[in-house]
């Protein structure tokens, strides 16, 4: 079957836009994940979702970002007045259960000019 | 908190030899999961191999394997026989047991590099 998907794969914003990242878990994943990637560095929790409820978001930086997977599947990461230092990697996983491994998509590469 | 700690940003292999990559770590839970994930440069990251706690047992995954010393807190990932296609980042990432708690906590990451 599919892996997960994110789209788009690259995006540029001018600084004070707003921004939209969808990501497409494999089919069946109750957990979906989403970690920000600093150049060079490991990915860093941003939030987590159990099936539609958002369990975690202790890691969003700022109000400005919001996330949402309302029917339990497709989740967006919204990015609001982004800002030069939003620039990164933004990986979504998804898992079937706890422990489980995480299954990632391929990143959507996010450049604020 | 836990933290993660990854104290090789680098390490090179000749091609065929065996690489030992470091990892140690910090929590207070008695039972968890570690993984090594890799990121080859097309940054899609792909899982290496996960230990349980609660096992003794190392795990092995083909050419790779794990020392895990749970009392040191230490999870280091053997290479054999290393291959070309083995270069890539590698990160050590730790996920609690707690409900609630299924977040994958990273280290800083290791590149791997591979000498013909």
């Known amino acids: 079957g599919a892996g997960v998907s994110q789209s788009p794969r690259y995006k540029v914003a001018k600084r004070g836009q707003d921004v939209a990242l969808r990501c497409d878990p494999i089919?069946?994943?109750?957990?979906l994940f989403w970690y920000q990637q600093a150049l060079g560095q490991g990915p860093e929790f941003l939030t987590y979702?159990?099936?539609?409820?958002?369990?975690?978001k202790s890691g969003l930086p700022s109000d400005r970002f919001f996330a949402e997977r309302p029917e339990g599947s497709v989740s967006t990461l919204k990015i609001q007045r982004t800002q030069q230092e939003d620039s990164a990697v933004y990986l979504c996983a998804s898992s079937p259960w706890q422990g489980h491994e995480q299954f990632f998509g391929p990143g959507t590469r996010l450049t604020v000019l | 908190a836990q933290t993660v700690t990854q104290s090789q940003p680098e390490m090179s292999v000749q091609e065929a030899e065996t690489v030992t990559l470091s990892c140690t770590y910090d929590?207070?839970?008695?039972?968890?999961?570690l993984f090594w994930y890799k990121q080859p440069p097309s940054r899609q990251m792909i899982l290496v191999i996960r230990?349980?706690?609660?096992?003794?047992q190392n795990a092995t995954e083909n050419r790779f394997s794990v020392n895990f010393q749970k009392a040191a807190k230490s999870f280091s990932l053997k290479i054999s026989d290393s291959q070309l296609g083995d270069a890539a980042m590698y990160f050590c990432?730790?996920?609690?047991?707690?409900?609630?708690?299924?977040?994958?906590?990273f280290g800083t990451g290791t590149r791997l590099t591979i000498i013909p």
């Open positions: 990432a730790y996920n609690g047991i707690l409900a609630g708690n299924e977040k994958l906590t």
């Open positions: 979702f159990q099936n539609e409820a958002q369990l975690d």
């Open positions: 089919s069946g994943h109750v957990s």
């Open positions: 929590t207070s839970e008695s039972d968890y999961y």
């Open positions: 230990q349980e706690a609660y096992k003794q």
